[in-house]
């Protein structure tokens, strides 16, 4: 069973940074795809990320391009997620999310098989 943990999610200021780390000390990443989502109240969760453990190849929303970037530590078995320029519209619980078939660049949470249990991350402007 897949057991995916997130750390790093907190209070900053616009503008700043924040890193996500994702594990699962159960077992290695190398068939799956990781992928990092976010959620605001009464909203749908949005993708934000993915990475294909196999050949770092990445993905990244429109919105977060440029900003955020998603990488991989074999060595730790860890996913993260380097959050810069921060702005109040990236406020939301941040979840990490496994599937083991399809293409990295899929954006629908649907396809995803496994989840962490979230970490808000608040940006005050």
């Known amino acids: 069973q897949v057991q995916l943990v997130e750390s790093g999610g907190g209070l900053v200021q616009a503008g700043g940074s924040l890193r996500l780390s994702c594990a699962d000390s159960g077992r290695t990443f190398d068939r799956y795809i990781m992928g990092w989502f976010r959620q605001v109240p009464g909203k749908e969760r949005e993708f934000v990320a993915a990475?294909?453990?196999?050949?770092?190849?990445?993905s990244y929303a429109d919105s977060v391009r440029g900003r955020f970037t998603i990488s991989k530590d074999s060595a730790k078995n860890t996913v993260y997620l380097q959050m810069n320029s921060l702005k109040s519209e990236d406020t939301a619980v941040y979840y990490c999310a496994a599937k083991t078939s399809g293409l990295v660049s899929t954006t629908s949470p649907r396809l995803y098989d496994y989840w962490g249990q979230g970490t808000q991350v608040t940006v005050s402007s």
């Open positions: 990475i294909r453990w196999s050949t770092s190849s990445t």
